[in-house]
């Protein structure tokens, strides 16, 4: 019987650089989901510049981890938060929140739902 895999769409037991597995495309937000279970989901995103996922709730408390770009514009309920390469922010499960590329930057989104 085949061992089920958890986590997708990346190479196993390499050193991989994150930001380089999505590529920016004008006009687009391109993403490489990598894992999608009842619990967690974890994704890879690229944003071009002027594309954006307008606001919406999770059911799940939703982690972003800036890996490339100037910066990232993400609103969470009024609260407007500036984050660059590097950083990160929590966006907390039944609140709403936003997210737009002003300039092009990729990010890495866990969401984990309770069971």
């Known amino acids: 019987m085949e061992k089920e895999t958890l986590i997708k769409n990346i190479a196993f037991s390499e050193a991989l650089p994150l930001a380089s597995l999505v590529d920016y495309e004008e006009g687009r937000v391109v993403s490489r989901t990598l894992a999608q ?3 967690v989901g974890m994704t890879l995103f690229a944003f071009a510049k002027g594309e954006g996922i307008s606001a919406h ?18 609103t969470i309920d009024e609260k407007v938060l500036t984050l660059k390469a590097g950083e990160s922010v929590v966006m ?24």
């Open 37 to 39: 279970k009842k619990g």
């Open 57 to 74: 709730a999770s059911t799940g408390d939703a982690f972003v981890y800036i890996l490339d770009g100037d910066h990232a514009v993400i």
């Open 92 to 115: 907390p499960a039944g609140i709403p929140h936003a997210l737009d590329a002003e300039e092009p930057f990729k990010m890495l989104l866990v969401v984990v739902k309770p069971e």
